[in-house]
């Protein structure tokens, strides 16, 4: 279990740059990718102290949860910060950021097109793994 953990720290980053989904007005003009990095990058433009607090929350938070959740399984941490890592995953927002694009996915954009890429089914796993691994780690 505990080199699951390391097999995250590799995964999140690539599922933060792999397509999420693919959208635009009208499959005639072409679909843009979208994933996580380039929703912040976008937000970046146009909001910078809530671009912060995003990046935050759905980037480094739950990279250093998993950081330091695979340093206590090997050993390299005390358990003694097991509740920060605890907090760290309270402010990960990783998995409200799915939901929310689980709904935008369902309820769609009016006229715009939206299809669903291999990326988010990657973050998805990154996400449920992350989580099965804190559960785990949380209950002796």
């Not at 709904?103 to 793994?129: D, H, N, Q, R």
Request: proline fraction near 6%.
């Amino acid at each position: 279990m505990k080199w699951l953990n390391l097999f995250l720290l590799v995964l999140f980053p690539v599922s933060w740059f792999a397509p999420l989904m693919r959208a635009g007005i009208l499959p005639i003009f072409g679909l843009d990718e979208i994933s996580v990095m380039t929703g912040l990058q976008s937000l970046w433009g146009s909001d910078l102290p809530l671009a912060l607090l995003v990046t935050f929350m759905a980037v480094f938070a739950p990279w250093a949860k998993t950081l330091g959740m695979a340093l206590m399984d090997f050993g390299l941490l005390s358990p003694r910060v097991q509740p920060v890592l605890h907090g760290l995953g309270k402010l990960a927002m990783a998995d409200v950021f799915l939901v929310a694009l689980y709904i935008v996915i369902v309820k769609g954009i009016g006229l715009a097109t939206v299809e669903v890429a291999w990326g988010l089914y990657l973050f998805t796993g990154c996400i449920l793994l992350s989580l099965g691994l804190s559960l785990r780690q949380r209950t002796p």
